[in-house]
C-alpha cells in the first residue's frame, strides 16, 4: 500500500482546475435546477430525504498495491412518513487480492433529521444496526453484531461554501479473530471516527470537495491480543449534478490519500446516486413530493 505522493499530485491538480474551470462555463448555460445536497464520499452529510424521495447509491473504491482490492456498496436512502425520519441500508461487495468476491456486514440505518430547512445549520443522528453477514474466515467480516453511531452537522457558512462535520464510533461485542487451533478469539472490539469537509461551489452543478477523517481503529491479531491502530485520510474530490426532470443523478471522483503507520498510500473512488420521487413516502399516504 506504499506508493509515492508525488505520482498522484497530478490527479490533485486536475480535479481543482475541473472545479474552477468547469462550473462557470456550465453556469453560462442557464438554469441548471436543483443544487446537490447530497451524501459526500468519506463524510456524511446531514440532510434527510425528502418525501416521497428515494436516493440509490453506488461507491466503488480501488485499493491495494497492486490495485487489486475492490470495495462496492450500495445504499439506498428512504424517508420514513417525513423527512425527520429515514431509513437506509447499506449492502457492501468485496474483493480482496487472491480471494473471491463476498458479501460483507451489512448496515441498517435509522437518521433523525434536526435543522435543515431554511436554517444555515442542520443536524441527523444515526443508529446504525451492524449484521455478522460477511465471512469472517475471508475478511469480509467481524462476526459479531454491533452498533454503530454517528452526529453529522451541516453548516451554511455563505452562499457558496458548506461545511460538513462528523463524530462516532462503533462497538462489535463479539468480533472473531483468526482461528488459532481450530478456534476463534472472540474479543470487544471499539472503533471512533472524526472529521469534516469543506465543499463548493454549494449553488452550482458542479462542485468541488476536500474531505479529512481521522480513524481510531481495533482489530484482533493472530494471538488474540487486541491492536489499535490510527490513520488520516484527506481526500480531494469532485461531483456534478444532472437533473434530468425529476431525477437527479450526481456522479463523483476523489483521490484519497490515508497516512498510516508512517506510511502514505494513495486510492481511487467513484461514486454514483439517482434521486427520484416515488409514490408515497414510506408509512404515509400523502402524494410523493419533489426535491426543492
Known amino acids: ?15 481543482v482546475v475541473l472545479g474552477l474551470v468547469v462550473p462557470p462555463a456550465v453556469v453560462a448555460q442557464g438554469d441548471q435546477g436543483p443544487a446537490i445536497e447530497d451524501n459526500s464520499f468519506i463524510i456524511e452529510e446531514a440532510y434527510n430525504q425528502e418525501p416521497g424521495v428515494v436516493q440509490h447509491i453506488s461507491t466503488f473504491a480501488i ?35 487472491a480471494q473471491s468476491v463476498g458479501v460483507g456486514d451489512v448496515l441498517l440505518n435509522y437518521r433523525l ?14 443508529l446504525t444496526a451492524v449484521l455478522p453477514t460477511g465471512s469472517v474466515s475471508k475478511g469480509l467480516g467481524d462476526g459479531s453484531p454491533g452498533l454503530q453511531v ?14 460538513h462535520l462528523n463524530a462516532g464510533g462503533t462497538i462489535l461485542p463479539w468480533a472473531q479473530g483468526a ?5 476463534r478469539p472472540k474479543r470487544t472490539l471499539t472503533s471512533a471516527f472524526v472529521g469534516g469537509s469543506l465543499i463548493g461551489p454549494t449553488r452550482l452543478p458542479v462542485q468541488v470537495m476536500l474531505e479529512s477523517l481521522v480513524l481510531f481503529e481495533s482489530a484482533i491479531l493472530s494471538a488474540g491480543r ?28 476523489a483521490v484519497p490519500f490515508t497516512r498510516s503507520g508512517g506510511e502514505t498510500a494513495h486510492d481511487y473512488f467513484l461514486y454514483l446516486s439517482f434521486e427520484h420521487p416515488f409514490s408515497h413516502p414510506i408509512g404515509s399516504a400523502s402524494q410523493a413530493g419533489s426535491r426543492d
Do not use: C, K
Not at 500500500?1 to 480535479?15: A, C, F, K, L
Not at 475492490?70 to 461487495?93: A, G
Not at 482461528?179 to 478456534?183: K, L, Q, R
Open 1 to 15: 500500500m506504499s506508493y509515492r505522493v508525488e505520482r498522484t499530485w497530478g490527479v490533485w491538480w486536475n480535479v
Open 150 to 163: 454517528n452526529i453529522p452537522v451541516s453548516y451554511r457558512v455563505s452562499g457558496d461554501l458548506v461545511t
Open 113 to 126: 433529521q434536526l435543522g435543515g430547512g431554511d436554517r444555515r445549520w442542520a443536524v441527523a443522528p444515526r
Open 226 to 253: 487486541v491492536d489499535r491502530s490510527t490513520s488520516w485520510v484527506m481526500s480531494p474530490g469532485i461531483r456534478a449534478a444532472l437533473n434530468l426532470g425529476s431525477l437527479q443523478i450526481v456522479p463523483g471522483f
Open 63 to 97: 485499493t491495494g498495491a497492486a490495485r487489486r482490492n475492490l470495495f462496492y456498496s450500495l445504499t439506498q436512502e428512504w424517508p420514513f412518513r417525513s423527512q425527520r425520519h429515514q431509513l437506509s441500508y447499506t449492502v457492501p461487495l468485496t474483493r480482496l487480492e
Open 179 to 183: 482461528a488459532v487451533a481450530g478456534s
